[in-house]
């Protein structure tokens, strides 16, 4: 039998109080003690850690990127709180050698570390864009978005200031990176919404380095992508998540996501015109026959426009469970073809943003 390694084991922990007995069972596998959220460093002889801690807190996804960066050979084991999917992808993204689901009994987690120990000495897991400028954008938009979006579940106590936190790290890395490689990054995202919002947020920014706008106008649009659909938030869970088409009534529920994040966003405070324009009309078509409004013609603002454009392109190249996404020069065939519906002078410009950007 392979020996286990001798030394230290850290539990890092947001929650203390109910760590005590995790502690404890850790302590039978090897000396250990427990850090708080703020002090995420490695004792010199650390052999392995545990961290239970809120994977959806951007300054602790930043901190633990840190410290796994200068002791990427430890093994790591995750507890995963609620979050399904984000939670999940943000574990595996810092490289966890096992996650196991929060209500997991000390004792179990005890033995899972104990043979994490007894294997060899393993290479180095990879922090998956240890210095990619794309997955860490992709963790800290993602991390906004969660805020976002159960924010605007529980309570509606949305803060426009968390958003912009998400901004300038997906224009950086659409810009550095290109698009291609920001929609194979938040392509692999199981959550539909969470998907969905993070590829119509880095195709806005593609549009908006395209169009040469200035930076604040570049922020803005992003901003506007990454809250049209918070009225989602507010859509029962099995409409939203459904794994194939939505019948009629359904659909009709479905729509009614521009209308609740509307008046969700009027009721947090804080929102410009223009941002409560997009979360309404990002459906409306320049024929009349969008909804919830029916708008017409000028009576869309080129924002929403703009947004519209990228909300239908995204839907059409992402992946869903029950069809293939379609290809650029596919989805491109339909934008082209809903003439009198779309600006189609602005879906040109998209078309050449896109292809300018790498996707
Ligand atoms: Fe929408
Ligand atoms: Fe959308």
Known sequence: MIPMRAGTLVLFSDRPGSGVSLLQALDGVAPCRMRPATRLMPAGDCIGFVADLDLLQPSLLRGLRALIAEA??????????????????????????????????????????RGQLRRPSPPPVPVRGQGSVIAQAADRAGAVLAGLLDAARATGAVDPLLIDDGLDPILDAVGEAGLGAWLD?????????????????????????????????????????????????????????????????????MRT????????????????QSLLAVVRHHHELLDGTGYPDRLAGAAIPDIVRLITVCDIYAALIERRPYRA????????????????????ALVRSFEQAVAGMGA
């Open 185 to 253: 990054t938040v392509r692999a995202y199981d959550d539909a919404t969470y998907q969905h919002c993070l590829l119509v947020a880095g195709l806005a920014a593609t549009f908006a380095i395209g169009l040469g706008l200035r930076t604040r106008d570049r922020e803005h649009l992003v901003r506007a992508a990454l809250v049209h659909d918070v009225g989602k938030a507010r859509i029962p869970l099995e409409i939203l998540n459904k794994a194939g088409p939505l019948d009629p009534a359904e659909r009709a529920v």
């Open 72 to 113: 990427p050979h430890l093994p790591r084991l995750f507890l995963l709180r609620q979050g399904g999917e984000r939670t999940a992808s943000a574990a595996r993204g810092l490289g966890a050698t096992l996650c196991l689901p929060d209500g997991t009994s000390p004792e179990d987690v005890a033995e899972a570390m």
């Open 257 to 272: 996501h521009t209308t609740l994040g509307h008046a969700l966003l009027i009721e947090a405070g804080g929102f410009d």
């Open 325 to 344: 996404p379609l290809s650029t020069a596919e989805a491109f065939r339909i934008l082209r073809g809903m003439d009198g519906k779309l600006d189609l």
